[in-house]
């Protein structure tokens, strides 16, 4: 894979990208310019989706000044689709890779109806291990919907298989 090399451990976000390859992740949203959009593992909110770049990278200054603006760009259009579908009031990026070094970033959907004490708070205040577990057949027509309109904004490439196709049961 270009841009990863024997030396880089082998991280969540690059097995997720071999999986999203493979047709192994039901999560996988689209296949974009960068990377891959694919809903998060737990969706604390309707549509938290994260953006994997493919080929993995240790952090955004990895790469170079095009791939980067590319990378944003990608981040920035998965927010507006999430933005158009869902509803969304706005929406959060966040880029860390601190427990991980792998580039990744998360596109957070926030709602109005989302509780009181949340509402305005960092994602990361919300009871992760409580929220729902990703469901493909949950997610399917916002999935549907999100891959429509990224289409429509032009910045999706052709996806070998169908998200989970190739899952093992």
């Avoid at 240790?58 to 790469?63: I, R, T």
Wanted: glycine share 6%.
């Amino acid at each position: 894979m270009k841009n990863e090399t024997a030396d880089e451990p082998l991280t969540a976000i690059h097995t997720q990208v071999i999986a999203a390859r493979e047709g192994r992740d039901p999560r996988v949203i689209a296949r974009l310019f960068t990377g891959w959009a694919v809903f998060g593992e737990r969706q604390f909110v309707r549509g938290y989706a994260l953006l994997l770049p493919d080929p993995v990278v240790p952090n955004l200054n990895s790469l170079g000044a095009r791939e980067r603006i590319a990378f944003l760009s990608d981040m920035s259009r998965l927010g507006d689709a999430l933005l158009k579908v869902t509803g969304a009031a706005r929406i959060n990026y966040a880029i860390f890779g601190n427990q991980d070094p792998a580039l990744h970033a998360h596109v957070i959907p926030r709602y109005t109806d989302e509780p009181e004490a949340l509402r305005s708070e960092q994602p990361w205040a919300y009871d992760w291990a409580a929220a729902p577990a990703f469901e493909r057949t949950v997610c399917q027509e916002l999935a549907d919907g999100v891959l429509r309109e990224l289409t429509r904004l032009g910045v999706t490439k052709p996806m070998r298989f169908n998200p989970g196709a190739n899952a093992e049961a």
